[in-house]
Structure formats: C-alpha cells, structure tokens
T-cell receptor
Framework: TQLLEQSPQFLSIQEGENLTVYCNSSSVFSSLQWYRQEPGEGPVLLVTVVTGGEVKKLKRLTFQFGDARKDSSLHITAAQPGDTGLYLC????????????FGAGTQVVVTP | NAGVTQTPKFQVLKTGQSMTLQCAQDMNHEYMSWYRQDPGMGLRLIHY???????DQGEVPNGYNVSRSTTEDFPLRLLSAAPSQTSVYFC????????????FGPGTRLTVT
C-alpha cells in the first residue's frame, strides 16, 4: 500500500492545456517534494514545500501544500511538450531521518 | 562536478549470482540512499546512510547489503539474485536529511533471469 497516493496515474493532453496532479495521504508530512523524471534518467527535484497552505510557483508550475500537510497538488498552466515526464511526489515525516516516501507517480504526456 | 555516478548502466544476472552496484558522489554529501523503481510502485527505499560507517535499512532491505567506508562511495550488494530483484536501481545523495534535495544518479537497469 502506497503511503502517498497520486492521481491520475496517466494524463495525456494537448499543448496549451492545463493539468493538475494530486498527491494525497492520511499521514502528516513535515515536508513534501515534487520530482520530475525523464526516461532513462533519475528524478530531478522541482520544489520542496514545508508549510501548511504554502503555494510555490516555478514559471508555469504551481505547487500547493495542504493546510493539514497531508496532501499536495501540482498545476501546470499552458502545458508544453517539454513538460512530458513522470511526476513524483515524496514526503518526509518528522524524525524520519530523511527517509522519503514516494508516490507511484503520474505519467504526463503533452502532445504538440 | 560529476554529481552522482552509478555503474553499470545495465546488467543481466542469473538467479543465484551475486554482484555489486557501484555508486559514487563528489558533492561531499553525508546522506546517501538506494532505491528501486518498479512500474506502478514509485521509488522504494532499500538502504540508506547518514554518514561514513553508518547505515540503516529502508522499506525493502531483504536480499541487499550496503556499507559506507567513505563519504563518496555507497555500494549496494545483491547477495543471491532472484527474479524479484529485476528492477531499476537509483542511488541518491543529499546534504542533509529531511527536506533536502536528493540528487539522483542515472540508474542501473538490472534483469535477473
């Protein structure tokens, strides 16, 4: 059983459309990270959120951490083919000694 | 800086064989970890280390051993390979523990027949 549930598992959209990926849990996390992974490569960090209700923006990407620090979302505005990839959320619980729990990932495909 | 390097990139083993996956980082990170990635299951932590000489088990440690004799290197040993260990293995390092960016290597794709 995944501690962090991501939805949807797969998302295929046209260039210019918006999309939202969700990361949910029944557990409280002290911090939550979003990574993007491209085929044949390791994940690369996009953002870290640590405060409940926090919103961070990275160009066309908006990340939100839930007030109760149990969930998070990633919203992409006007998606581009370069946004294609596997998006992974990862949470760290207090006193976890850095042990991250990863969600199963959301595969996003943006077609021109 | 090379970042996190892993060797080999691909490996095929027969059931029962042993091997070591190599991982090295040149960023002077104290924290290193090994994950396996399987379809639909995300990344699962195998073992991790908070510094040279200190290692601990993660979520799925059975069948794997690690050691950390230097800050730079963190090899993962498969003692007796099984088909269930067919996976993509990633090594990662970070400055610290909670909330710090994990830098991942390019991965090793292992097939056990």
């Amino acid at each position: 059983t995944q501690l962090l549930e991501q939805s949807p598992q797969f998302l295929s959209i046209q260039e210019g459309e918006n999309l939202t990926v969700y990361c949910n849990s029944s557990s409280v996390f002290s911090s939550l990270q979003w990574y993007r992974q491209e085929p044949g490569e390791g994940p690369v960090l996009l953002v870290t959120v640590v405060t409940g209700g926090e919103v961070k923006k990275l160009k066309r990407l908006t990340f939100q951490f839930g007030d109760a620090r149990k969930d998070s979302s990633l919203h992409i505005t006007a998606a581009q083919p370069g946004d294609t990839g596997l998006y992974l959320c990862a949470g760290a619980k207090t006193d976890s000694w850095g042990k991250l729990q990863f969600g199963a990932g959301t595969q996003v495909v943006v077609t021109p | 800086n090379a970042g996190v390097t892993q060797t080999p990139k691909f490996q095929v083993l027969k059931t029962g064989q042993s091997m070591t996956l190599q991982c090295a980082q040149d960023m002077n990170h104290e924290y290193m970890s090994w994950y396996r990635q399987d379809p639909g299951m995300g990344l699962r932590l195998i073992h991790y280390s908070v510094g040279a000489g200190i290692t601990d088990q993660g979520e799925v440690p059975n069948g794997y051993n690690v050691s950390r004799s230097t800050t730079e290197d963190f090899p993962l040993r498969l003692l007796s390979a099984a088909p269930s260990q067919t996976s993509v293995y990633f090594c990662a390092s970070s400055y610290g523990q909670e909330g710090y960016e994990q830098y991942f290597g390019p991965g090793t794709r292992l097939t056990v027949t």
